[in-house]
């Protein structure tokens, strides 16, 4: 059974956050807004297994896609090139941006 | 914050791609951080032990990747009082002073 928020194909932006502490949601996708390509499992978050809580429940992970051009301001590549990134469900938001 | 590992985008210089051999040390070194990870219930997991490197600080930059690993086991062993201080202090002399002999011969 999937708690999954989120569903393929739906646009979604990854919070702007730069709290302290162990994080997996590269620092360069951080605000930046992409598709949910599919969820990848329920897997243990790692912001709590860094700091020795095995106890808590799985989360939510899943592949998003982003344009390169929707990271990278200057990006002179492909236009259509595109960047597939693990990011756990609490580190994303409904967007109405596709 | 962006910590050590979060690299992405920014400017890296030129990878060094030569293959080098592992010291003997640095065998024991993973050996000893399998062990703690796979020991029921774990001592340890990866991720706390990526996030003791990062927490190295300036070390981080001065420190090779083994010795990188080697004080975040030994900083979290600390941490979790598997290990005291006096202890970790007591056997590094011991384990110098026998390298010495060992050389001297």
Redesign the interface.
């Known amino acids: 059974m999937s708690t999954a928020k989120f569903a393929a194909g739906q646009p979604v932006r990854v919070r702007a956050a ?6 997996r949601t ?3 996708t951080r605000g930046c807004v992409g598709t949910i390509e599919s969820l990848a499992g329920l897997d243990p978050n ?1 912001e709590h ?4 809580r ?1 106890d808590q429940p799985p989360v939510p992970l899943y592949r998003v896609r982003f344009q390169q051009s929707a ?2 301001p200057a990006y002179r590549g492909n236009p259509q090139d595109t960047v597939v990134v693990d990011i756990f469900e609490h580190w994303l938001e409904a967007s109405d941006h596709a | 914050m962006r910590r050590p590992h979060d690299v992405g985008g920014l400017e890296a210089g030129p990878i060094d791609t030569e293959e080098h051999l592992s010291e003997p040390w640095e065998k024991r070194l993973r050996v000893m951080a399998r062990f703690l990870q796979r020991r029921q219930p774990p001592i340890v997991t990866v991720d706390e032990l990526r996030r003791g490197i990062e927490d190295l600080g300036e070390d981080y930059n001065h420190l090779s990747y083994n010795e990188c690993w080697t004080a975040s086991i030994a900083n979290i062993l600390l941490q979790k009082g598997v290990i005291s201080v006096e202890e970790l202090g007591r056997k590094m002399a011991e384990v110098k002073t026998r390298w010495k002999k060992d050389r001297a011969q």
């Open positions: 730069f709290p302290l502490g162990h994080i590269p620092y360069y790692p297994l860094a700091y020795g095995h990271l990278w």
